[in-house]
């Protein structure tokens, strides 16, 4: 990301401040309720799902009834002899009974895993979508990894919660209520055993699960915040390995890892409490109910098909319990995965620009003013005060002043990165706030200190941006900026894949960052010092390249190397975000002025 978009973060114990986010409970219903509202065209699909689930259910509770007779009517025949006949109709309708139970599950399941997709597909084209509405001070606070853990993780948690924990809750709460009725139907004191039991896993499930919510926040905050450094550390790898900081590095993720083991240790420790408990509660119904069913045996209260069933009953009412248990855990993870996504998704966009219709005309000049200009990053740091400036058609215009004093933030209140907060800035006599990003953006192209390539052929990078680029104008660019020998080299030419295979120097990369603005051919430019990471006989060559290119032009110049600007039509010498000199190289040098010590310094260093 250019340093013209973001600024840098501040750090706190565990990476950026910013995922240091408060402890919250997590409410699962309004997660569930954000993500399936998100989703309504999807609610047809989990209506049949939850259909299908149920009626599958219900055949699978019918099972242990008709088990139940065809035990009875073996029982009896060994007495007065067993009716096959009746016997083996039993089992056809048995057998179709759960064949039509698996279609049906079958079904939900299918159903489901198309609703998970779709769900994490929709999710993470919105989170795609808004990343280009948001503000870039959004970015100051919120690290790209962290972005992106809530674009892979926490999205993948809640597809796979939805899949899992929708069908087993759906499945589960069918089974429980089913086997109840077919419990109370078919014997009442046996019930009334297995219900004693089966209360107790009540109470333990709601106790473990209102002290385990605020566990599965915090550990998918802290894997937020473990991304978001791996990314930076990641990115920055070079800088890392050259102030020999890797272990302090590591220390730090260390320690971030060591608060995520902690809060996923809690979470899943509650979490896998749940089925050995549930089913010490089972095993505990199965006691209860083979006593208490004996009991009424010998008193030949009831026979002994009943027992039969109703030890399948008891699987089906107590294992239920522990399914429940287990997917009220996922949802609750999938819950606070839900509320960093939707925090993610209803941030403040930027303004709406539907409304704006002021353009500039197809050969805009390139007049530029910049009228009492107040701007700062937060309202309590300003950091361009009252900032007044004008930039004539064509003209080179240099901002110097020492780092602090606002030149890059002149660049991001340029380009619309970030809105003024008094004053005001025109192009042409149009205020850019009456314009699109879009409109203002199409009038520039840049020239970073910072180059960007991607992994591409050289032609895709020269020409980005840009289109109807020819072979013809590759080369006089290429000519232009001294690429020519190095595509010459190149196997393919202009056709080469540039990866991380590639070897470019610094200052290659820089040339063809330089190649690509010219291509562009926008009537202003901003340059970030471009030629500060080549040799002194590129930078002439480079020099010359740029020369051309801002013919006609008006350019911005940010420069740290104040022998490069001499030419500069005019020279803005920032200090504390006002501008406190502005002239000529020559003018300045005669007023002995702070351009005049800055000027002067860099040659005090040198001897």
Known sequence: MSQYQSQPRHRGPHGPASLAVPTEKVNIKNSWGRILSFNKKLLPMVIIAVIAAAFGTVLTILGPDKLKT????????????????????????LFAMYAASFALTFLQHWLLATVNQRISQSLRSAIQSKIHRLPMAYFNKVSTGDVLSRMTNDIDTIGQSFNQAIGMLITSVAMFIGSLFMMVKTNLTMTAAALIASLIGFMLM?????????????????????????????????????????????????????????????????????????????????????VTGAVLAIDGQIEVGVIVAFMLYVRYFTQPLAQIAQAFQSLQLAGAAGNRVFDFLEADDMADESNKHAALPADAQGSVTFDHVKFGYTPDKIIIHDFSAAAKPGQKIAIVGPTGAGKTTLINLLMRFYEVDGGRITIDGIDTRNMTREQVHDQFCMVLQETWLFEGTLRENLTFGSEGISDKQLDQVCRAVGLDHFVATLPKGYDTILDDK????????????IARAMLENKPMLILDEA????????????????????????????????????????????????????????????????????YMSQFDTAA
């Open 70 to 93: 065809i035990t009875n009517l073996i029982a009896q025949g060994f007495m007065t002899g067993i009716d096959m006949g009746q016997i083996k109709h039993l089992v056809k309708v």
């Open 206 to 290: 709601r106790l473990i699960m209102s002290r385990s919510q605020h566990y599965f926040t915090d550990q998918q905050n802290d894997i937020g915040a473990i991304n978001g450094h791996v990314e930076e550390i990641f990115t920055n790898h070079n800088t890392v390995k050259v102030y020999n900081d890797g272990d302090d590095e590591k220390a730090k993720f260390d320690k971030m890892n060591e608060h995520l083991r902690q809060s996923a240790f809690k979470a899943q420790g509650m979490s896998g409490l749940m089925m050995p408990l549930m089913q010490f509660i089972g095993n505990f119904g199965y006691v209860a109910v083979c």
């Open 502 to 513: 590639t070897e470019l120097s610094q200052g290659q990369r820089q040339q063809l960052t």
């Open 531 to 598: 030629t500060s990471s080549v040799d002194t006989r590129t930078e002439q060559q480079i020099q010359h390249a740029m020369d051309i290119l801002m013919a006609g032009r008006t350019a911005f110049v940010i420069a740290h190397r104040l022998s490069t600007i001499r030419d500069a039509d005019l020279i803005l010498v920032l200090r504390d975000g006002d501008v406190v000199e502005s002239g000529t190289h020559d003018e300045l040098l005669k007023k002995k002025g702070f351009y005049a010590d800055l």
